[in-house]
């Protein structure tokens, strides 16, 4: 991407101050972030497709219309918001353009839920007035969740908020089945789906929970045709076979082996019967069966299992079915005792007969995992159905070869190789759902049978109302499309596609980035890039940002069935949403899976605080600073605009930022903290540009607390005592700098404290800070790392003391950074509470912090004696511990047995005592 050209910061006429603007002793979010969230949302962040900017744009992962915020959602659009945030500020035309999904099953599972509370199904409704129910549900209680990520705080373009069943996604949807008909790539024909047997539609993969249950493997005796014939694996006359699913055995069509087995190398060619039955199936050899798997030879049921349907597909074996929609046991090949049976009463039954017949060989426990509807928790069945397909593997070589040009990249890389893994071995895609709700099929079928579809030239006219086909009755598939169908479509249909001279789609389209989790990377991310390439000729986006799921406190997946789940809206009410933000931000690191963690959440709010009491110290200073200024010049004027209206233009923070740099009465600390300010500017745009947006946080948290609240306010405190002008400007210009890079992750609270310094136009809109050359100081960074050196080894000799850190103590400063350290003398005084004196007689304390040496006096400070023998008595105290926690870690049956995070407290506490110990060996080594 070519870096965009940046706009300058508002006319100076629109950063007249605030004179009612006073910041509040505490930071409360329930007073400061609903207004904010409100002015967002009806001042909504519009994108202009006509400006001259270069274009950045992420279009919301859609979630269901029926959903509410949950911590994925959260983490999500955190993230989006953070690029669009700081892009926006950098001078791109920034989209982030928000929009729902119309969720077929879900919505639709609601809905009836609705009305069988009112004694009605949609059946006695008919599918017009069923339809006219969900859109009036949508009208009133969907899209909830929209509302609910306003007040997460996202800068979205509500201007352009879509929906898949929108007029013009809807089209969109159309054109691309009609244009992928008549191109040969979908079709209508007899697969093996997913079933879903109470809501009776089948189902995608996403709609699909994964579970491992106890279940039963059993081993079954199957006949050989040829008595005498004797595999490895079973008595003579007889092929074991071990399966999980017994009562499918009537649809057996053969037995599989594996081609290089020598078990059965014999064997292949020959026939066994099914147990139970008179009918025998041939034993076939085939690469997909894996010869370690159960006793190595594998029952083939074409019609319930997905392998054995590859597997019979390619033998040209039948699809007879003994499982119907309803999930019971039918047709002629099932035993008349079986017939009507629902599937698990009759994987009981038909093993009790095994048993008594004396095909059964063995039942033994086993795990097997299951998928279960995610809606009606039903286990899903495999079966074989006549539905609409769309064959895939033309459409991901394209994306295979774009991602061997580099189109798209992965971030974190490690999933490019599982992207082209899935792409290689991709099936066809079943894209027919029965349902009522979603884009309905545009298929129409004459009494024959033949399939009419509209005519890729006039793609919107129904074929029952083509004058062509006036002689023939047409009735309309009734299906609707799988949702990821219309889904697929979202980052170029929400722009405007198949219109592609419409201006959105000009320029905004390919999208910059997708956001999004890593496990639905098969299911849309992979769906879209198929997408963007057939239907655009460019792949959909640049980037996939992957993060990690989001997990319990104890690393499992969120469910209600479990009770574990987390209401992030109860997270906002408790912590603040800024706080929040800021441990999503903090959490997301390389695309690794996110344990809950109440301590970044706590950590958030507590550096919310932090900034605001920060703010507030410097706005008390800036006012009583204010007092003593007079004149009209740049400087004066800029600083006294946090208290009172300034009479003219105001220069930027930016431009103050240089000025200061060139003044020669700048004091140390100045000029340390706008080079350490110019660094992490750098360090943190580099680390937003390469999407790590948890290294970004982290550059930043770490140098507002420690560096400028901890360290610059501190030492600047003598100058803004003196009402120092350049120190007063340098507190004012730094702290706004410091609010525009923490915009995007806290947003809230940033604009409310920037409002505070004399700021109209809020700070959103603001630029985005640049790192400059001429505001590096390395004599200063070297100089101040000398200060900070000196405060650190004064403080530790006042606790090798015993003394408080308010007590005073006399130190002497020695080394070549000395005449440093005294020329700054206020600064380490007042931080760290000593008093600088030349030099020291009789026995001293010594320490030495980066080249720095500091001397304290033991006489007239302390005992010696007593304290020499309180020392020795911390020595034995630490060589305790240390060997405590060693002997821990080295029993066998502790590690064994104590949690991942016990085991960490024991490592961490033999380094911590160590370090201390050897910090102390080294203080009384001054002794003999």
Sequence with gaps: MTEPTVTPDPLPETESAHTDSALSKAFDPQAVEPKWAQRWRQEPFRADASSGKEPFTIVIPPPNVTGNLHLGHALDNTLIDILIRQKRMAGYEALYLPGMDHAGISTQVVVERQLREQGVSRHDLGREKFLDNVWEWKAESGGMILNQLSRLGVSADWTRERFTMDEGLSRAVRHQFVKLYHDGAAYRGERIVNWDVAAQTTLSELEIDREVRKGKMTTLSYKLRDPHAAPSNGEAGEIRIATVRPETIFADQAIAVHPADGRFAHLVGQEARIPLTDRYVPIIADEAVEMEFGVGALKITPAHDPTDFEIGDRHGLARPSVIDLTGNLTGDLVPEAFRGMERFAARKAVVKALTESGDLVEEKDHDTAIGLSERTKVPVEPIVSTQWFVHMKPFAQQ????????????????????????????????????????????????????????????????????????????????????????????????????????????????????????????????????????????????????????????????????????????????????????????????????????????????????LWNAARFDRMRLAEGTAALSGTDDLTRYVKAASEAPTGPLPRSRDILAALKERPDLGLAERWIISRLNAVTAEATAHLDAYDLGAAIRTLYAFTWDEFCDWYIEAAKPALAGGNLATLATLKAVLEHILKLLHPFMPFVTSEIYASLGHRQQLAVHTWPAARPDLHDAEATQAFTALRAAVAAARSLKSELGLSPQDRLDVAVEGDLADTVHANAPVVSGIARVTLVPSLEGRTLTLVEQGVTVRAPLEGTVDVAEWLGKQKKRLAEFDKQIKQAQGKLGNEGFVARAPAEVIEEERRRVADFSAQKERLEGVLAQFG
């Design 399 to 610: 994306v295979l070869d774009g991602l061997e040009r580099g189109d798209i990249q992965l971030t974190p890389d490690r999933y490019a190789k599982v992207n082209r893994d899935w792409l290689e071995n991709i099936r066809d895609w079943n894209i027919s759902r029965q349902l009522w709700w979603g884009h309905q099929i545009p298929a129409w079928y004459d009494e024959d049978g033949t399939i009419y579809v509209p005519d890729p030239e006039n793609p919107d006219l129904d074929c029952d109302q083509d004058p062509r086909y006036a002689h023939l009755t047409l009735h309309r598939d009734p299906d609707v499309f799988d949702t990821w169908f219309s889904s697929n479509l979202w980052p170029f249909s929400t722009l405007g596609w198949p219109d592609t001279d419409s201006e959105d789609f000009r320029k905004f389209y390919p999208t910059q980035v997708l956001v999004t989790g890593y496990d639905i990377l098969f299911f849309w991310v992979a769906r879209m890039q198929m997408a963007g390439y057939a239907l655009t000729g460019q792949a959909p986006f640049q980037t996939v940002m992957l993060h990690g799921l989001y997990l319990d406190e104890k690393g499992q997946k969120m469910s209600k069935s479990k009770g574990n789940g987390i209401d992030p809206l109860q997270l906002f009410d408790q912590y603040g949403v800024d706080a929040c933000r800021f441990a999503f931000a903090f959490l997301s690191t390389g695309g690794q899976d996110i344990r809950h963690d109440p301590r970044r959440f706590e950590q958030g709010r507590n550096f919310v605080n932090k």
